[in-house]
């Protein structure tokens, strides 16, 4: 089976720039999580969804962050207007919920210039 | 707040040997305890998982360990091989409801040949 599928894999842009990260939960997985790993901060829970709803963003950094997920199948993470410090990691992972893991995507390797 | 250490950062062992890697969190109301394999450039795998009813969950050559009261988890990692080497992450979940896990830093494993 395919597991959580991210894009784009790296992405470089300019700061002031618009900048959508993309991801696909494993098909079934009711709970899809975004996460930012830094080397200052490590892994954080930026937000989580239930069944296409947003349920806790309060690791949101800032109103320039923003996510969706309008389907089952599909997710974005958006930055506007991105900024030099926002350079990170972004992780995607889904679960089934209960006391089941979580698993995650290889990530979006994001750099703002 | 619940925080989640690792100690140490880093560890470097000759191949063969078996090794703990250790993992203490502040607040012992958990609903489980999550151990992550991390490559370089990859996403978190998911390793073992232990509710906090139980005291510890194996995987071939992977063993871990849960005393809720001390807050403390140990995986074991028996007869070690230079494919182990990697970033070893430990995450709790605070309740049934919350699906919020809180990562530790990671420590980084090498292991020479």
């Known amino acids: 089976d395919a597991g959580v599928i991210q894009s784009p894999r790296h992405e470089v842009t300019e700061m002031g720039q618009e900048v959508t990260l993309r991801c696909k939960p494993i098909?079934?997985?009711?709970?899809l999580f975004w996460y930012r790993q830094t080397m200052m901060r490590g892994l954080e829970l930026l937000i989580y969804f239930n069944n296409n709803v947003p349920i806790d963003d309060s690791g949101m950094p800032e109103d320039r962050f923003s996510a969706k997920m309008p389907n089952a199948s599909f997710s974005t993470l958006k930055i506007q207007p991105s900024e030099p410090r926002d350079s990170a990691v972004y992780f995607c992972a889904s679960s089934s919920g209960g006391g089941q893991p979580q698993h995650f995507g290889d990530g979006t390797r994001l750099s703002i210039l | 707040k619940q925080e989640v250490t690792q100690i140490p950062a880093a560890l470097s062992v000759p191949e063969g040997e078996n090794l703990v890697l250790n993992c203490s969190f502040t607040d012992s109301a958990i609903y489980n305890l999550q151990w992550f394999r991390q490559d370089p450039g990859k996403g978190l795998t998911s390793l073992l998982l232990i509710q906090s009813s139980q005291r510890e969950q194996t995987s071939g050559r992977l063993n871990a360990s849960l005393d809720k009261s001390s807050g403390r988890s140990t995986l074991y990692i028996a007869a070690s091989q230079p494919g182990d080497s990697a970033t070893y992450l430990c995450a709790v979940r605070r309740g049934q409801g919350a699906q919020k896990l809180v990562f530790g830093q990671g420590t980084r494993l090498t292991i020479n040949p």
């Open positions: 098909s079934g997985h009711d709970y």
